[in-house]
């Protein structure tokens, strides 16, 4: 798991394609100066471990994305099930003997968010203009 005490994962070696790892072990394999240099049991076994845990993670994506569709669908059909209580409600209220449903139907309408909030944006980053006339003088 990441954590602040592990070696960061940047740079060239963090962006290595399959293909250039493949191709760097034919190298190996072909030249004996350069079988050597690195294990390359260790290093197809990493390769492997690479692949087995990208279509893992490929499938618990699909997985994930199935399990928010589920509780929104949910979620909407739940909320068409209130909003045609609140439209009985509605109706009833008029009559003098359903007047304590008013509590109900102002507590329904409350638990209807009518827009999205909206997203938060990011503070514009602040940069040091230069006046057109110093830019052109330098």
């Known amino acids: 798991m990441p954590h602040p ?3 960061r994962l940047t740079g060239m070696p963090a962006r290595v394609s399959a293909g250039a790892v493949t191709e760097g072990l034919a190298a190996c394999t072909t ?3 350069l079988a050597g240099a690195i294990d390359a049991a260790e290093v197809q076994y990493r390769q492997d471990y690479e692949t087995a845990f990208l279509e893992l993670r490929d499938e618990m994506l699909k997985t994930f994305e199935g399990l928010d569709y589920s509780i929104r669908l949910k979620r ?3 909320g068409q099930a209130v909003l045609r209580v609140l439209a009985f409600a509605r109706n009833l209220v008029k009559s003098p003997e359903n007047a304590g449903l008013k509590v109900h139907i102002e ?3 409350k638990g209807f968010r ?3 909030p909206a997203p938060e944006t ?3 980053e602040l940069t040091e203009e ?3 006339g110093e830019a052109a003088a330098e």
């Open 5 to 7: 005490s592990h070696a």
């Open 31 to 33: 030249h004996p100066v």
């Open 76 to 78: 909407h059909q739940n």
């Open 107 to 109: 507590a329904l309408r």
């Open 114 to 116: 009518r827009r999205r």
């Open 122 to 124: 990011p503070a514009p």
């Open 130 to 132: 230069v006046p057109a």
